[in-house]
């Protein structure tokens, strides 16, 4: 089944403590993007991935980081987390993203809850 | 940058329709989607619109585009328990964020009555 998976779907931690979500998909998409999603303010793009080794910043990319080594793998990296990144997470991919490929749609994992203590 | 406006909640009653409208001001956009996200999940494509149609029809699904005013609509005919979710509405331009140019909005609560 083509999907975006996700892990862990919880987690709780306390400031400080150097975590990392894992997002794997199967569908050989060129594009991958983390959100962060939050009450009112809805989804905002922290990092997104063209292709393998090429990354860039999001909106809101403070406090992130990614890497792309592989096609199928982005995670998304809290060095020292804060209470103040507390959210739901949520990674995408697509084929494509401007350009031929552009139409493909953002398909999305089913979200990572952060909490920071 | 470029922004897309949606109300943030819609209460209907079983059984009528719903109508979800959105406003976008990126006038580059090229397509422009509905996403739909239950609790607990992520979200999921619901339909998409290109900027050059005005209409698409899909089962209960109506989306209608005006262009000139930058509107989008998503009517849900016959509303069910079942869709009661998070709608978000987004817009793929040349001017939107990261390398896919997608701006989404803040979501509305579709809220069923029984």
């Known amino acids: 089944e083509a999907q975006v998976t996700q892990n862990p779907r919880y987690l709780i931690t306390v400031t400080g403590k150097k975590l990392t979500v894992t997002c794997s998909q199967n569908?050989?998409?060129?594009?991958m993007s983390w959100y962060r999603q939050d009450p009112g303010l809805g989804l905002r793009q922290i990092y997104y991935?063209?292709?393998?080794?090429?990354?860039d910043k999001g909106d809101v990319p403070e406090g992130y980081k990614v890497s792309r080594k592989e096609k199928r793998n982005f995670p998304l990296i809290l060095e020292s987390p804060s209470p103040n990144q507390t959210s739901l997470y949520f990674c995408?991919?697509?084929?494509?993203?401007?350009?031929?490929?552009?139409?493909?749609?953002?398909?999305f994992g089913n979200g990572t809850r952060l909490t920071v203590t | 940058g470029e922004d897309v406006e949606q109300s943030l909640f819609l209460s209907v009653r079983e059984g009528d329709s719903s109508v979800i409208n959105c406003t976008y001001t990126?006038?580059?956009?090229?397509?422009l989607y509905w996403y739909k996200q239950e609790p607990g999940a992520g979200l999921q494509l619901l339909t998409y619109?290109?900027?050059?149609?005005d209409m698409k029809q899909d089962q209960r699904l109506t989306v209608l585009l005006n262009k000139k005013d930058k509107h989008l609509s998503l009517r849900i005919a016959d509303t069910q328990t079942g869709d009661s979710a998070i709608y978000f509405c987004?817009?793929?331009?040349?001017?939107?964020?990261?390398?896919?140019?997608?701006?989404f909005g803040k979501g509305t609560h579709l809220i069923i009555q029984p």
């Open positions: 569908m050989n998409h060129e594009y």
């Open positions: 619109i290109f900027s050059n149609m």
């Open positions: 995408a991919s697509s084929l494509g993203a401007r350009g031929l490929l552009g139409n493909s749609p953002l398909h």
């Open positions: 990126d006038s580059s956009s090229t397509y």
């Open positions: 991935s063209m292709n393998v080794e090429v990354t």
């Open positions: 987004a817009s793929k331009g040349y001017s939107g964020g990261g390398a896919d140019g997608l701006t």
